[in-house]
């Protein structure tokens, strides 16, 4: 069997690829169809595509897939496979028509001829040669054709160009004459004219002349070997040639496996002309056998190894297009897989390399508690896996892989990270013989806390001396516990530590030291002045010292302490009206008892120069702080008092300054300051204002009878009337603008 040596890629809706396979062996174009149908596609057709490929390469003549008449189509318009002819390229001379070729025979016998073409005779005494000519007819059989011509031309299976080709190279020669007759020997010149007119001529018949390219009725076409195509007998034997469209098919694998895998793969065209398939799978060492079916099992394979598999249909013993396709086995599964350390954040792997081949190793980790899942990608048979969160259980599944997506079987381990340590671990309101321990959840998750304490000895530090397993311990899932029963004035070791899995699985322990605490002082009395205080306590139990500060908010830098072993204290050179926190420690040793705290203010003093400023209807009044409270934060009572109106209005302010505004017009206003502290306030200072008055003028018309004569009208009874006047309205108006003005009615 031949190899293809020609390959054609056509273009259409559907891309086929085709290849030709010329064979040697000689036989008849039905039996040479029927062994391309069997064994490849087709007869070969030849189009203007490909007609390059297949005629460089031809070595004798050869079949092709033409047929004059095939399944009663039109001569040389259907290829074998169905396809149209778009192509020709015929020897010439072929196809040859439907008619026997014919010489002319004329007779002496002159016949008019009644016809639209006229023929005229030349006659010299020389012989002359001449040709035939006919002037153009026009090819329309409802026009101007004769309907005569038209049939004779149908019968003979003709057209009008091969009869106009057959007239245009016919010649007669004939001797030259001098009259309108037909001579034997004459050469006589047909034309056609446009006029008709009688002439005489001689009738020629046409008689069969011998052509060794006859017509055959059922012929099959021959690529000759330079490439053009002449018509044969179908029943010679030649050479041939097939096409067949290469063939593409799919290939799969699945049921992928350590050491097997399951193909299967597509039909080859003409199925049922396929003997078999002819299996090949290449990789670490290579195997070959032969499938009639459409399916294998594969095994015998190796581990996380690259295999490629091909499968060649045969057909005709010819092979044909491979389907290809190329896969991993599975690799193998790690093994001794064990974490190695774990902290709170990270935990070391560790396993044994499996069995075959593998490029790295994938580490799965799943939190099994809050769903935070990562994974990690590990050249070597150990891993870190970092940013892990505490007290969480994790399941670490390994697999070795190939091919960057290929896993093998898993191997799998579960491990717990250590908690992390508690947060925030406070003792408070602790006493002489408890103590209250507090702390906050750590990063991650945890179970439980287990909580010791132990006495430490005096001046000891915790650090050489703590050690929580001596101690009383509790669990609890609390974040709070209370310890009674303890030693008053007493050190002691506090331990917290956060459990996981069970209980058993302990955290990092946080320390801290812990006290029962000496008793508090109580307070006993508190004497305020305007710039010190007194104060004194009594106490319980036993003490070494205390500590006394005072402290203030209502100016900076106030803070003052101090130690003393007495129960008294004075504090001296405080400001005046200021609220102060007095606070007192007991002290035993290193112990310090809860704090006791007293708060009261020191007496006011009186502010200064107070003063009220009016504008129009506003009045502003200011004043200077107290000498003694100068640059502290103290608060004033302001009040006014109008005499006329008795109204009374009081703000309270910690400025030196307040506005009253709208207030009545013409009016006198009292001020009264009043430094305050909590309960306490100063003497007050005073100053006053009136607002700018809204004059109104009211006239007063006094009538005077008397019976001296004239005595009205004298200076001294006018202004016995005005002095009376006036005092009656002064007791009445005190406290407004008021003006009483005598006014001569002369003049107005």
């Known amino acids: 069997m031949k190899t293809p040596w020609l390959i054609l890629l056509l273009s259409s809706v559907v891309w086929a690829e085709e290849q030709y396979y010329p064979q040697s062996n000689n036989i008849t174009w039905d039996k040479a169809r029927l062994y391309c149908q069997q064994c490849f596609k087709e007869l070969t057709t030849i189009t203007s595509r490909n007609v390059h490929l297949i005629a460089n390469n031809l070595s004798a003549d050869y079949w092709i897939g033409l047929r004059r008449s095939y399944n009663g189509t039109l001569p040389w318009s259907k290829w074998s496979n169905e396809d149209p002819v778009t192509y020709q390229n015929w020897y010439p001379g072929h196809p040859v028509p439907n008619t026997e070729k014919k010489q002319p025979i004329c007779p002496t016998t002159q016949t008019p001829l009644t016809s639209t073409t006229t023929i005229t005779t030349t006659s010299t005494s020389t012989p002359t040669t001449t040709t035939m000519e006919t002037s153009s007819f026009v090819a329309n059989k409802s026009g101007d054709m004769c309907p005569i011509l038209v049939d004779i031309l149908d019968c003979l299976n003709m057209t009008y160009k091969d009869l106009e080709s057959t007239v245009n190279s016919y010649t007669i020669t004939t001797p030259k004459t001098t009259t309108h007759s037909t001579l034997p020997t004459s050469t006589t010149t047909y034309s056609t004219q446009t006029t008709p007119q009688s002439t005489t001529v001689s009738s020629c018949i046409l008689e069969p002349e011998p052509d060794p ?208 340590e508690v947060k925030n671990l406070k003792t408070g309101n602790n006493e002489s013989n408890a103590i209250e321990a507090t702390w906050e959840n750590p990063n991650g998750y945890h179970s439980s806390f287990n909580v010791c304490i132990k006495e430490l000895i005096s001046n000891e530090s915790i650090s050489s001396e703590c050690n929580c397993n001596e101690g009383s311990c509790n669990i609890t899932n609390s974040m709070s516990i209370r310890m009674t029963a303890l030693s008053s004035g007493t050190q002691y070791c506090l331990c917290v530590t956060a459990l996981i899995n069970s209980d058993t699985q302990p955290g990092k322990t946080v320390v801290s030291s812990a006290f029962t605490l000496p008793n508090t002082v109580s307070i006993t009395s508190l004497v305020t002045y305007s710039t010190s205080m007194s104060v004194n306590w009594t106490i319980e139990g036993k003490y070494t010292k205390f500590h006394v500060k005072i402290e203030t908010t209502d100016f900076q830098n106030s803070l003052r302490s101090d130690d003393t072993k007495d129960c008294y204290y004075n504090f001296a050179s405080l400001m005046a009206a200021v609220r102060y926190t007095i606070t007192i420690i007991t002290f035993n040793g ?42 502290a934060r103290i608060n004033y009572t302001v009040k006014y008092h109008t005499p006329f109106w008795n109204e009374d209005y009081t703000l309270n302010t910690s400025d030196t300054h307040l506005t009253f505004p709208n207030l009545r017009s013409g009016t006198t206003y009292d001020f009264n300051i009043t430094v305050v502290a909590g309960n306490l306030t100063s003497n007050p200072v005073s100053t006053s204002a009136q607002t700018e008055p809204v004059k109104k003028m009211l006239s007063l018309v006094m009538l005077c009878s008397s019976a001296n004569k004239l005595e009205c009208a004298t200076n001294t009874t006018q202004e016995e009337l005005y002095s009376k006047l006036y005092n009656l309205t002064a007791g009445k108006l005190d406290g407004v603008y008021w003006k009483l003005k005598w006014v001569d009615r002369k003049n107005h």
């Open 590 to 631: 290193a112990l310090e008892s809860d704090p006791a705290k007293v708060i009261d203010y020191t007496r006011p003093t009186s502010a200064r120069s107070p003063k009220a400023t009016v504008n129009k209807m506003n009045i502003t009044v200011s004043w200077e702080a107290p000498a003694d409270s100068v640059g």
């Open 213 to 420: 390219d006859v017509y055959i009725e059922d012929s099959c076409v021959v690529l000759l070997s330079f490439g053009m195509w002449k018509e044969k007998v179908c029943n010679i034997s030649r050479p041939f040639i097939c096409y067949d469209d290469r063939f593409f098919g799919q290939i799969n694998y699945f049921n992928v496996m350590k050491n097997n895998v399951s193909l299967s793969w597509s039909a080859g065209p003409s199925a049922k002309n396929i003997s078999h398939y002819r299996v090949e799978i290449t990789g670490d060492y290579n195997q070959t056998f032969n499938k009639t079916g459409l399916s294998a099992e594969i095994g015998n394979l190796t581990s996380g190894t690259l295999y490629r598999a091909q499968v060649f249909p045969v057909k005709c013993g010819r092979d044909l297009n491979p389907q290809n396709i190329s896969f991993y086995t599975l690799p193998s599964a790690v093994m001794n897989l064990t974490v190695l350390n774990v902290t709170t954040v990270s935990a070391f792997l560790s396993w044994n390399k499996p069995d075959g081949n593998q490029d790295f190793y994938l580490v799965i980790v799943e939190d099994l508690i809050y769903g935070n899942n990562q994974t990690a990608k590990c050249p070597n048979k150990q891993c870190g896996i970092t940013d892990l969160t505490p007290g969480v259980l994790y399941n670490f599944t390994v697999f070795a892989v190939v091919n960057q997506t290929t896993y093998g079987v898993p191997s799998s381990y579960s491990a717990y990270t250590n908690p992390s």
